[in-house]
Nanobody, 123 residues
Framework: QVQLVESGGGLVQAGGSLRLSCIAS????????MGWYRQPPGKRRELAAV???????DYAESVKGRFTISRDDTENTVYLQMNSLKPEDTAVYYC?????????????????WGEGTLVTVSS
């Protein structure tokens, strides 16, 4: 099993920045990709960004140019740097992990999930 614990959510004004962190533990030998998904209030969960062990990345169109995903394999941690935040970025952000090394396969979800961290962007 894989455990994922997110941190870094909170309240920020529009135009501000936040950095989310996710620490992975457990059986990580088969994990090839980690990502961030988000679920805005009253909407379905959607992909925000994904990164593979080989460094391949994919972003939702709505966050390109504003969000940056990165990973530190020595710390089993993945980050999401969020800049120029907008009220529509308000959501619960979930860290996720999966066994496939192709970011295109993760549009709809991954195998393992964290419990989520709330990001609220005020206007």
């Amino acid at each position: 099993q894989v455990q994922l614990v997110e941190s870094g959510g909170g309240l920020v004004q529009a135009g501000g920045s936040l950095r989310l962190s996710c620490i992975a533990s457990g059986s990580l030998f088969n994990i090839k990709a980690m990502g961030w998904y988000r679920q805005p209030p009253g909407k379905r969960r959607e992909l925000a960004a994904v990164i593979t062990k080989g460094g391949r990345m994919d972003y939702a169109e709505s966050v390109k140019g504003r969000f940056t995903i990165s990973r530190d394999d020595t710390e089993n941690t993945v980050y999401l740097q969020m800049n120029s935040l907008k009220p529509e970025d308000t959501a619960v952000y979930y860290c996720a992990a999966g066994p496939m090394d192709d970011p295109a396969l993760y549009r709809h979800g991954m195998d393992y999930w964290g419990e989520g961290t709330l990001v609220t962007v005020s206007s």
